[in-house]
T-cell receptor, first 110, second 115 residues
Framework: GQQVMQIPQYQHVQEGEDFTTYCNSSTTLSNIQWYKQRPGGHPVFLIQLVKSGEVKKQKRLTFQFGEAKKNSSLHITATQTTDVGTYFCAAPPGNTPLVFGKGTRLSVIA | EPEVTQTPSHQVTQMGQEVILRCVPISNHLYFYWYRQILGQKVEFLVSFYNNEISEKSEIFDDQFSVERPDGSNFTLKIRSTKLEDSAMYFC?????????????FGPGTRLTVL
């Protein structure tokens, strides 16, 4: 079945540093979604990318979808302690359900 | 803002016992899902449900699992004879249309502990 690979698995940064997580698929994706899960919490939808080469921004977060629609990235500028959590990319192989990546756990050291 | 709710928040059970996890999806949503997340691992799809029947299910969703929408609001996941490896967070989710571009709204989860 479809797999979505995500790296790195863990990232520890000093507050104020930037952070990037990458998501890759061996197959072309119709769209990709990003979710954030706070420690002890549930996945919360952040954004969806649909178009080839699409870039979307949410304040300090920048999401990109590759030209071939096989990869995506999430970049956080100047991390804050509130950014702590696990960031998952997820993609539907056809329609739903979603196939999740393993996630990148972000720790921010104040 | 409407949200998905789940009960109980934590369920402890003995191996071999039956458990029922309950979810109330967002009221106007039509597609419902169960996912599970073993501690420290990724979220895994179990089953999707639409129009009172299962749409898709994963390999994890074997004969020990069943889902039901007993009334107009609840959506349940039953595990007939729990195993130790069923210990996980179980998340319910719902979407409005079920299309691949539709946002999934997750409930807060039920932590199932099988002893």
């Amino acid at each position: 079945g479809q797999q979505v690979m995500q790296i790195p698995q863990y990232q520890h940064v000093q507050e104020g540093e930037d952070f990037t997580t990458y998501c890759n698929s061996s197959t072309t994706l119709s769209n990709i979604q990003w979710y954030k899960q706070r420690p002890g919490g549930h996945p919360v939808f952040l954004i969806q990318l649909v178009k080839s080469g699409e870039v979307k921004k949410q304040k300090r977060l920048t999401f990109q979808f590759g030209e071939a629609k096989k990869n995506s990235s999430l970049h956080i500028t100047a991390t804050q302690t509130t950014d702590v959590g696990t960031y998952f990319c997820a993609a539907p192989p056809g329609n739903t359900p979603l196939v999740f990546g393993k996630g990148t756990r972000l720790s921010v050291i104040a | 803002e409407p949200e998905v709710t789940q009960t109980p928040s934590h369920q402890v059970t003995q191996m071999g016992q039956e458990v029922i996890l309950r979810c109330v999806p967002i009221s106007n949503h039509l597609y419902f899902y169960w996912y599970r997340q073993i501690l420290g691992q990724k979220v895994e799809f179990l089953v999707s449900f639409y129009n009172n029947e299962i749409s898709e299910k994963s390999e994890i969703f074997d004969d020990q699992f069943s889902v039901e929408r007993p009334d107009g609001s609840n959506f349940t996941l039953k595990i007939r004879s729990t195993k130790l490896e069923d210990s996980a967070m179980y998340f319910c989710a719902s979407t409005l249309t079920g299309g691949g571009t539709d946002t999934q709204y997750f409930g807060p989860g039920t932590r199932l502990t099988v002893l």
